[in-house]
C-alpha cells in the first residue's frame, strides 16, 4: 500500500495516496510507518496544518527523532515558522549531526533567516559528506550570488551542470550571474539552453512511478521524453528496458537493456535484466554470459544465480544448473534490496527446480 501510495504521490495525485493510505491505517492504526507516510502526502499537498499535526503526534511516540523532526522543521519552514523550524532541526541534528537532509533544511532556515554565514557553513558541510548533492550545490551558488561573489557562484552552478548538464533551474541562475559580471555571451548561451529543455529526472521517476502502478505504456512514453533530453542517461534506459519487457516488447527491451549497460558496466541489474531477456529471445549461451558480468559486480547476488541455473536448464546442462541453483539459496538479499515476498517466491523456485534436477539426475 505505501508503495503504491507513493507512486501516486509522485504523479500528483495525492487523493489516490491519501486513500491507500488510509486502507492500511483502517487495519493498522498506529502504525507509525503509515502514520508518517500520511504526513508526508499533507506536506506534499500544501496541507501543512494536518501535517505537522500528525508529526507532532508521532514525535511522542517514535524514539528515532532525526527523520521526524528533520520534517518537522520542513513543515515549520513551509508555514514560515523559522524559529520553531530551526529548533526542530537541530533536535534531528542532535541525533545525528552528519545528516544529509536535516543539514539542508538547516541552511535552508539560515539563508531565510538571513543569517548566510551559518547557511553556507551547514551546506558546506553537507557537501563534505556529499560532494555531488545538487540541492546543497545550487543554494551554495544562490547564496553567493546574493553576497555579490559571482565567480564561486558559477563554480557551484558549473559543478551540478557536470551532472546534470540540462538542469535548468541552475542554467538560468548561471545565465544570471555571468549576466552580472558583464559576460553577456555567457549568459546568454546559459538562458538559451535552459528554454524548452525538459528535465529528464523529473519525466525518469514519473517513469518510475508509472511502472509501479501498472502504467507501462504510459511509463515508456516519459522515459523516451526524458532519454530525448539526455540520450546517456544509463538508468532510464534500464528502466525503459524493464517497462518494455512488461509489455513484451522484447527485442527493444533488449536494445534498452544493451545501451544501459554500454553506459554504465557496473549495473549488475541490467545486466541480469539483459540475459533474461536474451533467455526470453531463445539466445541461451548469450543470456549466460550476462548472468556471468552480473555475478562479477556481486558474487552474492541470488536472482543472478537463480537465472544462470535456469538457463544451464534450458541448455540440458543439469548439473551446472544444480550447483547454480544450490547457490541461489545461500545469498538470501538484505530487505533493503528487494522485499520479503519476492525472496520467498525466488526460494520456492528455487527449491521446486532443486528438487526437479534432482528427480533428472537420479534417474
Given amino acids: 500500500m505505501k508503495l503504491e501510495a507513493n507512486s501516486y504521490k509522485k504523479l500528483g495525485d495525492f487523493a489516490k495516496a491519501e486513500k491507500n493510505i488510509l486502507k492500511g491505517l483502517e487495519l ?4 507509525n510507518s503509515f502514520n508518517h507516510e500520511l504526513a508526508k502526502i499533507y506536506f506534499k499537498n500544501k496541507r501543512y496544518n494536518k501535517c505537522l499535526q500528525l508529526l507532532l503526534t508521532l514525535s511522542k511516540r517514535i ?19 523559522l524559529e520553531e523550524s530551526l529548533e526542530a532541526v537541530q533536535v534531528s541534528l542532535s541525533d545525528n549531526p552528519d545528516n544529509i537532509s536535516s543539514l539542508y533544511v538547516e541552511g535552508l532556515i539560515y539563508k531565510e533567516l538571513g543569517d548566510f554565514e551559518k547557511s553556507i557553513s551547514s551546506f558546506t558541510k553537507l557537501l563534505s559528506l556529499d560532494s555531488n548533492n545538487r540541492d546543497a550545490l545550487y543554494q551554495l551558488g544562490k547564496l553567493h550570488h546574493q553576497k555579490g561573489k559571482y565567480r564561486e557562484a558559477l563554480e557551484s552552478f558549473d559543478k551540478v551542470l557536470e551532472f546534470r548538464p540540462r ?9 544570471i550571474s555571468h549576466d552580472e559580471l558583464d ?7 546559459a538562458l538559451k539552453k535552459s528554454i524548452d529543455v525538459d528535465d529528464e529526472i523529473i519525466f525518469n521517476d514519473r517513469g518510475v512511478a508509472l511502472s509501479r502502478l ?13 532519454l530525448a533530453s539526455n540520450p546517456k542517461y544509463s538508468i532510464c534506459w534500464f528502466n525503459l528496458g524493464k517497462a518494455l ?10 536494445t534498452a537493456f544493451q545501451t544501459s549497460t ?3 558496466p557496473n549495473n549488475r541489474s541490467a545486466w541480469n535484466n539483459r540475459g533474461v531477456t536474451l533467455r526470453q529471445l531463445n539466445r541461451l549461451e548469450e543470456s549466460l554470459d550476462c548472468y556471468e558480468r552480473a555475478l562479477a559486480l556481486k558474487k552474492e547476488y541470488a536472482w543472478a544465480w537463480h537465472n544462470k ?6 541448455l540440458d546442462r543439469p548439473r551446472e544448473a544444480l550447483e547454480s541453483y544450490e547457490t541461489t539459496l545461500n545469498y538470501k538479499p538484505s530487505s533493503n534490496e528487494h522485499g520479503g515476498t519476492e525472496w520467498e517466491k525466488l526460494k520456492k523456485d528455487t527449491e521446486d527446480a532443486i528438487e526437479r534436477l534432482n528427480k533428472v539426475i537420479g534417474e
Avoid at 183 to 189: L, R
Avoid at 309 to 314: F, R, V
Fill in 214 to 226: 501498472g502504467y507501462n505504456h504510459k511509463a515508456i512514453d516519459s522515459y523516451r521524453r526524458a
Fill in 63 to 81: 524514539k528515532h527523532r532525526q527523520i521526524l523532526f528533520k520534517d518537522i522543521a520542513m513543515c515549520y519552514y513551509k508555514m514560515n515558522k
Fill in 167 to 175: 538542469d535548468n533551474e541552475v542554467l538560468k541562475a548561471k545565465g
Fill in 245 to 254: 519487457f512488461r509489455v513484451g516488447d522484447l527485442k527493444d527491451a533488449l
Fill in 28 to 31: 493498522r492504526p498506529d502504525d
Fill in 309 to 314: 541455473g535456469y538457463a544451464l536448464e534450458l
Fill in 262 to 264: 554500454e553506459l554504465n
Fill in 183 to 189: 559576460e553577456y555571451k555567457e549568459a546568454s548561451e
